[in-house]
């Protein structure tokens, strides 16, 4: 059983940056692959950036890349999401996910859990 709390949303300014953290409980946060994923309002779920738990591999959303960055500390049961140069379209909720097995993932329905989400609110 993992449970998940994201904090570090807020109301930013195009251009800025805001960094993402998601704090995991239980001793077995290193073997899961991590995700972030955001939804905005009227839109469906979106794969964000997801991490592997070695933290060798990470994958990117087309929207994200060269703009954000998923790390995590398995020391401190944290994952991060950096994003900078922010636009009013990556407005949304932010949540982030722990997946099981060995293989990481970018479809939403192979995590086995979430957290409640974080808003952020890109202003133009």
């Known amino acids: 059983q993992v449970q998940l709390v994201e904090s570090g949303g807020g109301l930013v300014q195009a251009g800025g940056s805001l960094r993402l953290s998601c704090a995991a409980s239980?001793?077995?946060?290193?073997?899961?692959?991590m995700g972030w994923f955001r939804q905005a309002p009227g839109k469906k779920r979106e794969f964000v950036a997801i991490?592997?738990?070695?933290?060798?591999?990470?994958v990117y959303a087309d929207s994200a890349k060269g703009r954000f960055t998923i790390s995590r500390n398995n020391a401190l049961n944290t994952v991060y999401l950096q994003m900078n140069s922010l636009k009013p379209e990556d407005t949304a909720v932010y949540y982030c996910a722990a997946r099981g097995g060995t293989a990481a993932a970018t479809s939403d329905i192979y995590y086995d859990y979430w957290g409640q989400g974080t808003q952020v609110t890109v202003s133009s």
């Open positions: 239980g001793r077995t946060f290193s073997r899961y692959n």
């Open positions: 991490i592997t738990w070695s933290s060798l591999n990470t």
